[in-house]
């Protein structure tokens, strides 16, 4: 398994402000994702955290929106930008550990739990 | 503090009682399966996983069949306790890998 850390565990902002969330894990890791869950809603990931390059985001969102960068193997940042309150929600790290093979287990930080006044 | 799971379906179960939990999955390409459990005011934790290959596998009080016929996952849970308490979701990825899709999600009640 992989220990991941978010920082901050939660914030409140207000409208039109941006928010960087940082995620740290124990050691290397390949993959690195960002997940947004709703309240009361499962997970839906926003997109991949590539080491060296951009992003790459899934249908829906936009790197203006939440930019993110991953400097090393172990260290991603995602930033959700001009927030509104349709942006309140709790933003997940997760990782997988080897690679983009179809049986490595995603673990998951503790979330970072965003409201927006 | 903020809730998951406000609006999901629940399952309510007696101590010590089995639980089933179930999911419908989406794609029929679907390789790899894992069942989360995920806890108020945390992240989802790794229960089980199973590969496409498998019908069954079973872990310590969990057991996870997969019926690819009909595109269903289930999560049984023996002798269910108060800890176990919380909102438990699917995931599947593709054959040939990729990021999870995760499923709705079941918050799971146990009375004690």
């Known amino acids: 398994s992989a220990v991941i850390s978010q920082k901050p565990s939660r914030d409140i902002c207000q409208r039109g402000t941006s928010l960087t969330i940082q995620c740290q894990v124990d050691s290397q890791v390949t993959m690195m994702f960002w997940y947004r869950q709703q309240p009361g809603q499962s997970l839906t990931l926003i997109a991949t955290a590539n080491q060296g390059s951009e992003a790459t985001y899934e249908s829906g969102f936009v790197i203006d929106k939440f930019p993110i960068s991953r400097p090393n193997l172990t260290f991603s940042t995602l930033t959700v930008s001009n927030m509104s309150p349709e942006d309140s929600s709790i933003y997940l790290c997760?990782?997988?550990?080897?690679?983009?093979?179809?049986?490595?287990?995603?673990?998951f930080g503790p979330g970072t739990r965003l409201t927006v006044l | 503090g903020e809730s998951v799971g406000l609006h999901l379906p629940t399952l309510s179960v007696q101590e010590g009682d089995n639980s089933i939990i179930n999911c419908a999955y989406s794609?029929?390409?679907?390789?790899?399966f894992i069942w989360y459990k995920q806890e108020s005011g945390k992240g989802p934790q790794f229960i089980i996983d199973i590969r496409s290959n498998m019908d069954k596998r079973q872990g310590q009080r969990v057991t996870v069949l997969l019926n690819k016929t009909v595109k269903h996952l289930s999560l049984q849970i023996a002798a269910t306790q108060p800890g176990d308490s919380a909102v438990y979701f699917c995931?599947?990825?593709?054959?040939?890998?990729?990021?999870?899709?995760f499923g709705k999600g079941t918050r799971l009640s146990v009375i004690a």
């Open positions: 995931a599947e990825r593709l054959l040939g890998g990729g990021p999870l899709v």
């Open positions: 997760s990782v997988a550990r080897t690679g983009w093979s179809s049986t490595d287990t995603q673990y």
């Open positions: 794609n029929s390409a679907s390789d790899y």
